[in-house]
């Protein structure tokens, strides 16, 4: 009896702890996102968050932002300059792809040297800021290298600029936003090919914690974890990114098929707010004020300053933000909001003046100005497009007609990028530490979604690269924050305090508008 009895023990024993092996092994974790996706390519990012976290699972950046604002290493250990022009990148020597080969500088330069080549071009990096490369950024095609990138050592290069550059904008621009590549799997494939080369949505050779295993860019990305990176084995098998409706995220978070939603890839709406607050299995994380619901202009298209001007006087920004948002949010001015270190008190808010409104409207036609306007939407950002549904009946009243055209965040993209809109409106967070990065390609003239550029303006943004002081700083975006209040390029038509929400179950996630995924090899589930 003691006998059978002890082998009755052992068997048990032994098949609990192949359950738990079991439950270890399947851990998995669905991330709720409210835009589908263009692209898993790191060499075809484009200025979504959904794409960039997408892509740096399977593909690090170098350098990442934590919820402190922080800049803290990924593929890189640090990235320094001693004269704003030259940066010197040292990679972490630890650092290796998921086949065991180092990831190293010629990784990096061969990344870069993709990017510029005009048939592989990466639109997403300035490269046209680095020596070496063309005003459009571009080298001769089939160039291996870049003359102002230099291979020092398997783990260091620099990259020299073409003009002052704040380290912090390098840091922001090119740290987290280059994804570098394996040279030694992807050197033979022709270049024309990279952009859409299938290999990029199920790569075998990854930097990053997680491989992509599947994906329909129009409802999931499946990943499974890399065993071999380097900065530790997630302690989570299977990830997921969901696309979800907005108003389905709060069913979502109830019945625990969604785990977690980062503020700036998932939306909530805010109606939904004090009801997600309430689930008892899910904290709530209310984000700084950060993603700016932006209203970029169109000035090529509508070229008489008091349109603009007309539709920065009739809205009633603050009203729709107590009204939709409950108050959840900021309304400024400009780019900059008040969690940027840069940003100014000197500069008043704009009031809603619908009188003053329809006298520039009436002039302005009286001239012979055009007062019938088409408004692009994103069509998942549901609470601002009642907003925008409401400036139109307003200013309707007042003598503009506006044509809402609500589409996806693809489709808005591809409209923005080739300037069929005379307004578009997009939630765009702006790194508060390097503002300059989106508002230099935003107020970047001919071509960029503005369409505006003025001698002031490029003067003060090139100005703000070249000072360290914070205050001083400050006072060259308060130059281009006025000119948005006197030419209006682009309104900002609130700052959203946006909600996060993690379920209690998943330990080490904390969703938040920066740094949510930086240790996510650390996350694990109870």
Request: charged share 20%; glycine share 6%.
């Amino acid at each position: 009896m003691k006998k059978a009895l002890s082998l009755v023990l052992a068997l048990a024993l032994m098949l609990s702890a192949f359950g738990f092996a079991a439950a270890e092994e399947e851990k998995s974790v669905t991330v709720g996102v409210t835009s589908t996706l263009t692209t898993l390519n790191p060499l075809a990012v484009d200025n979504t968050e959904v794409v960039k976290y997408a892509v740096s699972l399977a593909f690090l950046p170098l350098v990442e932002l934590n919820a402190e604002l922080e800049f803290v290493p990924q593929l890189a250990e640090s990235i320094t300059t001693e004269d704003n022009l030259t940066f010197t990148i040292k990679l972490q020597d630890s650092a290796v792809w998921s086949d065991g080969a180092p990831v190293t500088a010629q990784d990096v330069a061969f990344t870069l040297a993709i990017g510029a080549d005009p048939v592989s071009a990466n639109v997403a990096l300035p490269l046209y800021s680095v020596e070496g490369t063309d005003d459009d950024g571009f080298i001769e095609s089939g160039a291996k290298e870049i003359s102002g990138v230099k291979v020092i050592d398997d783990k260091t290069l620099t990259v020299t600029a073409k003009w002052p550059t704040a380290l912090y904008t390098f840091e922001n621009n090119f740290g987290r936003y280059l994804f570098p590549v394996p040279a030694h799997i992807l050197e033979n494939v022709a270049r024309e090919e990279l952009l859409t080369y299938a290999w990029f949505n199920k790569p075998d050779v990854i930097s990053g914690p997680y491989f992509i295993t599947d994906a329909d860019l129009q409802h999931y990305v499946h990943y499974q974890a890399n065993e071999n990176y380097f900065l530790g084995a997630p302690k989570i098998k299977y990830l997921n990114l969901q696309v979800v409706a907005a108003a389905q995220m709060l069913a979502g978070l109830q019945s625990g098929e969604i785990d977690l939603v980062q503020q700036t890839m998932g939306s909530i709406p805010v109606e939904d707010y004090d009801a997600v607050r309430a689930l008892p299995d899910v904290t709530a994380v209310t984000g700084t004020p950060i993603t700016n619901e932006s209203i970029f202009i169109n000035t090529a298209k509508v070229t008489d300053a008091r349109i603009r001007q007309a539709l920065l006087y009739g809205m009633d920004r603050q009203s729709m933000l107590e009204a939709l948002l409950n108050g959840n949010g900021e309304v400024v001015d400009g780019f900059l909001v008040s969690a940027s270190p840069y940003f100014s008190q000197d500069l008043d808010v704009t009031g809603y003046d619908p009188e003053k409104a329809a006298a520039l409207i009436a002039e302005a036609k009286a001239d012979g100005a055009e007062t019938s306007l088409t408004w692009y939407v994103n069509s998942a950002e549901s609470t601002f497009n009642q907003a925008v549904e409401y400036y139109a009946a307003l200013l309707d009243e007042m003598g503009l007609h506006i044509d809402i055209r609500a589409v996806s965040l693809a489709n808005l993209m591809e409209v923005a990028t080739n300037g069929e809109h005379d307004i578009m409106s997009v939630e765009y967070t702006y790194a508060p530490v390097d503002p300059y990065t989106d508002v230099v390609w935003l107020l970047g003239g001919e071509g960029s979604w503005t369409g505006y550029a003025t001698e002031e303006t490029n003067a003060a943004l090139a100005l703000s690269q070249e000072l360290t002081d914070v205050d001083a700083i400050a006072q060259q975006y308060l130059i281009v924050d006025k000119a948005m209040q006197e030419d209006v390029a682009m309104i900002s038509g609130w700052v959203l305090a946006t909600l996060g929400a993690v379920n209690n179950r998943l330990e080490g996630a904390h969703p938040n508008v920066f740094g949510t995924f930086v240790n996510v090899q650390d996350w694990d589930v109870k």
